[in-house]
């Protein structure tokens, strides 16, 4: 089965750091996603991307927060001047279309910010 | 915005009971899943379903899209089954995630 992967699986960064996390979606699908989920809490929303732009974003996504599509199979998600509390699980997903579709997340990539 | 609802927020399971996990939306919407996360933290997708009921094995899943619930039935429930269970509901281009429940099963 086709699947979402990400990279680093785990990553330790210095506060105040930039970090970027990358995604290979599942290769014909046009939606991007990424979540965070702090240790214990739930599965939080953070931006919808489509046709190389965001279609939607949560008030968690702020200017720290970026996008990117820099080829036709990578999406990345980069987070400047990283502060303690970015230290979650952030996962990248994918769907075929935007909506009533199934929506496959990755493994899931740790950020330890110290 | 659209709001998750889950019920039980934990169950302890012995070995080989069924159970029945809930999960309550405030508006329409054209996407549902449930989800399992395991002890690693992967994200599994048991089932989508927006409306309807499906089954896989051991586990089955009813959405009542009109009355804005789905319930997740697990019978049968095994130690490999602990975890957390987490139902997201899309209303557009965002996903919406319930708190989950934390299931543990005993041997």
């Known amino acids: 089965e086709p699947e979402v992967t990400q990279t680093p699986s785990h990553q330790v960064t210095q506060m105040g750091q930039e970090v970027i996390l990358r995604c290979v979606p599942i290769s014909n699908h046009l939606y991007f996603y990424w979540y965070r989920q702090i240790l214990g809490q739930k599965v939080e929303f953070l931006v919808s991307?489509?046709?190389?732009?965001?279609?939607?974003k949560s008030e968690i996504f702020d200017d720290q927060f970026s996008v990117e599509r820099p080829d036709g199979s990578n999406f990345t998600l980069k987070i400047r001047s990283t502060k303690l509390e970015d230290s979650a699980m952030y996962f990248c997903?994918?769907?075929?279309?935007?909506?009533?579709?199934?929506?496959?997340f990755g493994e899931g990539s740790w950020l330890t910010v110290v | 915005g659209i709001q998750v609802e889950q019920s039980p927020p934990d169950l302890i399971l012995q070995e080989g009971a069924n159970s029945t996990l809930r999960c309550n939306f405030s508006?329409?919407?054209?996407?549902l899943q449930w989800f399992h996360q395991n002890p690693w933290g992967q994200l599994i997708n048991l089932f989508y379903i927006p409306s309807g009921t499906k089954q896989n094995g051991r586990l089955s899943a009813t959405t009542v899209a009109t009355e804005r619930y789905s319930l997740l039935y697990i019978s049968s429930s095994q130690t490999t089954d602990s975890g957390v269970y987490f139902c997201a509901v899309s209303g557009g281009f965002k996903t919406i995630f319930g708190a989950g429940t934390r299931l543990f099963v005993k041997a």
């Open positions: 991307f489509y046709n190389n732009e965001i279609s939607e």
């Open positions: 508006d329409s919407v054209n996407n």
């Open positions: 997903a994918s769907s075929a279309t935007g909506a009533g579709n199934t929506i496959y």
